[in-house]
């Protein structure tokens, strides 16, 4: 069973930086692919990216390439999003999620974290 939390977030000015962590509690984090996902107020949740079970593949949204780089450490079970030149459009409610593909579309993703605030003021 795959047990997400996420931790990170928290209020930054606009260029400032960030780093998310989504840590698994199970026994089985290094066999799924993780994504990570934004939902921002009235909007629908949105993919921003994904990293192979092996770390070695990633992809990222047109919005963030660039400006995020997202990591994984198997024997901590947990994967990160290092956030940099944050804007205020970046505001939203970030979540990781596991998937047994390695996919950048939000329904083949099975587990989700609850998600952690990351608001950027202008």
């Known amino acids: 069973q795959v047990q997400l939390v996420e931790s990170g977030g928290g209020l930054v000015q606009a260029g400032g930086s960030l780093r998310l962590s989504c840590a698994d509690s199970?026994?089985?984090?290094?066999?799924?692919?993780m994504g990570w996902f934004r939902q921002a107020p009235g909007k629908e949740r949105e993919f921003v990216s994904t990293?192979?079970?092996?770390?070695?593949?990633?992809y990222y949204a047109d919005s963030v390439k660039g400006r995020f780089t997202t990591s994984r450490d198997n024997a901590k079970n947990t994967v990160y999003l290092q956030m940099n030149s944050l804007k205020p459009e970046d505001t939203a409610v970030y979540y990781c999620?596991?998937?047994?593909?390695?996919?950048?579309?939000?329904?083949?993703?099975?587990?989700w974290g609850q998600g952690t605030q990351v608001t950027v003021s202008s």
């Open positions: 999620a596991a998937s047994r593909v390695h996919t950048t579309t939000r329904e083949s993703y099975d587990y």
């Open positions: 199970g026994r089985t984090f290094s066999t799924y692919a």
């Open positions: 990293i192979s079970w092996s770390g070695i593949r990633t």
